[in-house]
Structure formats: C-alpha cells, structure tokens
C-alpha cells in the first residue's frame, strides 16, 4: 500500500495529525505565501508542471502533506521515498524503473524524497544523473537549511520553496476542523475551552502535528467531553525547543544571543540565552562566545568586560549547571549594557590586511635588537629611543616600516575607557609637537 493511503481497517491505529491530512490545495492550511491563488508553487502543482524543488521548513509545516496533493493531482507517475527508512540500493532500482517508464511507457516519474538531508552528500549524488536527463522530476523535503545539507550540484537544478511554522491562528482552524471531522476525532460533542485552544495553538511551536498530536491525548482523556486548560496542559506537556545543536537553528539562537549583546539589549540577551540553556545547549560554547564577544565588541570601551568573561568560563568549570546558569546571567547582563567598540577589532583585521597586502616589508633598522658586534655595526638599534629615559614615559617614534610609516590601524571611540585612551594618544601627540618645536 502506498504511504499516503488509507484504508478504513487502520484508521482506528492512525495517529490524528496522519488522518488529518489535507488531500486537496483548497484543504491545506497556511503557507499562502506558496499556495495562495496566483502563487507560483500552486501554479505549478495544478498545472502538474513540476520541476525538481526542495520543500524547506520547521517539522509540521505540511512538507509531505504537500507531496501528498502532488501524488493526488499529478498524471505522472509518483513514488515516495524515506531517506530515514530507505537505502541508495532502493534510489538505483527507483531510477531504472523510472527509465524504463519513460522509454517505453512515456510516463514522467515523480521521486518525492522525505527527509532528504538524511543521505549524506555523496549519497545523494545518485539522484543528479536523473534529474540531469529528465528521467526523475525530485521532490526534497528537509527540515534542514538546504544549503548546507544537500548537494550544492542538485541545490543548482532544483528550486526551493521556503515553508513557514503555522500561525496560531491557522493551528486554531487545524483543531476546530479536527473535532468533528469524521476522519478526525469524530466528536462533534467535545467541548474544549477558548483557554485551551489558545494554548494548543501558541504552545505548539507551530508544528501542526505536535498541535493535533496534544488535541488526541487531551480528547481520550477529557472529562464530560469537556477539555480544558488544565487537561490541555497535561496532554501537551512541555514541548522540546526547536534546536538543532549540529543545525541551522543552533547558528540563528546564538545569532540572536551576540546582536542582542552588540545591541545593548540585556533583556534579548537573557531570553536567548535561556532559549540554549533549555535547549541543552553547552554552556562552554555560549562562554567561549562570550569571550570572543568582549573583545570584538567591547575590546577597551571597557577593559573588565574579558576578565569577567574569563571568570564566568571559571565559574561554569567550577560550579556546572544548573547553578552556573547565575554566572552566565551575570556575565551577560555586563556585556550587554557595557560601552562598545570593535576598535581593537577592526585593527587588527587592517593590520592582517596590510601585512597581506605589503608582504614581509623589513623591520626598521633602530627597533631591531642587536645582540652582536657585527648587528652593531651594521646599525642595528641606532638612533633607538628608550621611552623610560623621556619626562613623561614616551618621546616620538616610529615602530612601522618606513613604507606604511603613516598607517594608522588603531582608532578608540569616544566610549567608556576609551575615551581616555584617545585622550592620552591627544596628549602624546601634542607633546610631539612641543618637542618638535624646541
């Protein structure tokens, strides 16, 4: 039996999200974005004028609900494949049997993938043949941002069509329709709170399955076929975040945590923050970035933004979680309401650039050491200046080759410390000139 039948025998042991899948356009909910009329993506399914495309999306969004109304609409041939269940034995007898269609029946094959980002790579070069020939038209479907998981040759042939997490709203119209339906729950007795809708619907995550999934438990255990907040609550339980450690979704979180910081926003700062923590995040890779942080984007506008860094990453060695979540708090409320500045930042990426750039230009010769006679007499540390020897601790010189004698890489801000810094660079410089003019 295909996977997007069902038969009357089983519908009893199907899950609810399952029985309640959309077989037409018109039944799906949401994602209007793709399918609303005029979109393209509906355009081309009812047309049945498919080229290969990758279905891109958070789980329960309708990925294979979609590859379910393609299989109903098309006349082409459609053949489902899990990447999870399914081998590349089976993709090479999938793709001979779609030649041979195609050679002496004249039928175009539809291969819709599920969880393409399963196979690897180099395991998904067996599918590029095929779609090159016009022999398989692929359909991928992938919770996974495409473009790191699939082949960058099969990425090029294919389009891809972004699909979003369900409104609240539209999770709402999900649970309303389920309840009566006669593939649904049945029931069009139940009774369920205003409350507890609410709480399905924004609780979810906007994964349709997991909303419908809590709406069956709820609806098995409810009282006088009456759900309420509380039952509601007791079926949904707590939810796992959406956070992939090895994926997209780990890179958008501490994405949001760092801007937060940057933007002085201590309040977005703690809720991503908490966001990793929940998720079971390591909390030495969320140090290790805030390390990084106090000195790309703090660097000297405050000089005690690293040390406390470094002695958050101390504390979290020393007291481990739960308690060090404290620490971590702590360190990043200071990072997030410190003065910024990326000078130190910045300049050392000048400086890469131009030692890039100007190669290996020679070291003046009065900065070099000349630990021999034959040094010595070749004028190694001539003319050097020894800064203690000078009133205020230092008298003008130059440090950089004579060629980019000019450069200047470090450049404080009128924040913090810094402030001060530039104002002591002002008082060297003026001491130049009044040296100069003597």
């Known amino acids: 039996m295909d996977l997007f039948e069902q038969t009357a ?21 949401g994602q209007q974005h793709l399918l609303g009329q005029g979109k ?3 355009q081309l399914i009812e047309s049945d004028q498919l080229t290969s495309i990758i279905f891109w999306g958070p789980p329960g969004t309708g990925k294979t609900t979609l590859g379910r109304v393609i299989a109903n609409c098309t006349k082409s041939r459609f053949v489902f ?36 980002h399963r196979f690897n790579k180099a395991q998904q070069d067996a599918f ?18 495409p473009s790191f998981e699939v082949n960058s040759a099969l990425l090029s042939r294919s389009r891809v069509f972004v699909l979003e997490s369900l409104a609240p709203e539209d999770l709402k119209t999900l649970l309303i329709r389920a309840i009566p339906a006669q593939q649904g729950l049945n029931n069009p007795e139940l009774q369920i709170e205003d409350a507890a809708l609410n709480f399905f619907a924004e609780q979810s995550g906007g994964d349709a399955r997991s909303a419908l999934g809590a709406l069956e438990v709820a609806a098995s255990t409810a009282q006088q076929n009456h759900i309420t907040l509380h039952t509601a609550q007791e079926a949904l339980q707590k939810k796992a975040l959406l956070y992939d450690k090895g994926g997209e979704e780990h890179y958008n979180v501490i994405s949001a945590f760092i801007k937060s910081m940057r933007g002085s926003d201590p309040d977005g700062a703690l809720y991503w923050l908490a966001r990793m923590l929940e998720s079971g995040e390591d909390p030495l890779f ?8 106090a000195s790309e984007d703090i660097g000297n506008s405050d000089p005690r933004a690293l040390q406390i860094s470094l002695a958050v990453q101390q504390a979290v060695h020393f007291v481990g979680l739960p308690e060090a979540r404290i620490n971590l708090a702590q360190g990043v409320t200071y990072l997030a309401t410190a003065p910024k500045s990326n000078a130190s930042y910045a300049g050392i990426n000048e ?34 200046k ?11 010189q130059t440090y950089l080759p ?18 001060m810094i530039q104002e002591r660079m002002n008082q060297q410089k003026n001491c130049n000139v009044k040296n100069n003019d003597k």
Do not use: C, W
């Open 9 to 29: 025998q089983d519908r009893t042991n199907t899950p609810l999200a399952e029985r309640m899948r959309p077989q037409s356009l018109d039944d799906i909910v």
């Open 386 to 396: 020894y800064a203690h020897n000078y009133q205020e601790g230092f008298t003008e």
């Open 286 to 293: 969320i140090v290790r970035r805030m390390v990084i942080f």
């Open 402 to 419: 004579d060629e980019i004698a000019t450069k200047k890489f470090y450049r404080p801000t009128q924040r913090g410390y810094e402030k």
């Open 40 to 42: 393209l993506l509906r």
């Open 81 to 116: 494949f899990s990447a999870v269940l399914g081998s590349i034995k089976e993709v090479r007898e999938i793709v001979a049997e779609a030649k041979q269609q195609r050679a002496y029946h004249a039928h175009k094959t539809l291969l819709f993938v599920d969880e393409i």
């Open 128 to 145: 590029l043949p095929s779609v090159e020939k016009g022999e398989i038209t692929l359909i991928g479907a992938t919770t996974e941002n």
């Open 351 to 384: 400086a890469i650039a131009e030692v890039r750039s100007s190669g290996p230009l020679a070291v003046p010769k009065h900065i070099r050491n000349a630990p021999t006679k034959l040094m010595k007499q070749l004028g190694y540390g001539e003319g050097y």
